[in-house]
């Protein structure tokens, strides 16, 4: 079993700042790749940005020069610092890991993030 801590959503106003913290814990050693994702009600879920343990990461152009990501390796932890936020941010917000590059993706359950005035 494989278990996801998110944490660090809320509500903010726009232009404001959050930062999501995920840690993933149990059956998994390393983590290849780890990522968030995002949806916003009506819309598909999308890929936020996502990091390698090797720290090579990539980010939706709509978050570039907002957000950035980085993680911790020894703790399975990765984080989604947030900032500029925008109304067309709001989301609830997924934690993403895979274990090897052509594993199945593990998900986290999701932490809401509103911007809003």
């Known amino acids: 079993q494989v278990q996801f801590v998110e944490s660090g959503g809320g509500l903010v106003q726009p232009g404001g700042s959050l930062r999501l913290s995920c840690a993933v814990s149990g059956s998994i050693f390393s983590i290849y790749v780890m990522g968030w994702y995002r949806q916003a009600p009506g819309k598909q879920r999308e890929l936020v940005a996502r990091?390698?343990?090797?720290?090579?990461?990539n980010y939706a152009d709509s978050v570039k020069g907002r957000f950035t990501i980085s993680r911790d390796n020894a703790k399975n932890t990765v984080y989604l610092q947030m900032g500029s936020l925008k109304t067309e941010d709001t989301a609830v917000y997924y934690c993403?890991?895979?274990?090897?590059?052509?594993?199945?993706?593990?998900w986290g359950r999701g932490t809401q993030v509103t911007v809003s005035s």
């Open positions: 990091i390698t343990s090797g720290g090579s990461g």
């Open positions: 993403n890991a895979r274990e090897r590059p052509f594993s199945n993706d593990l």
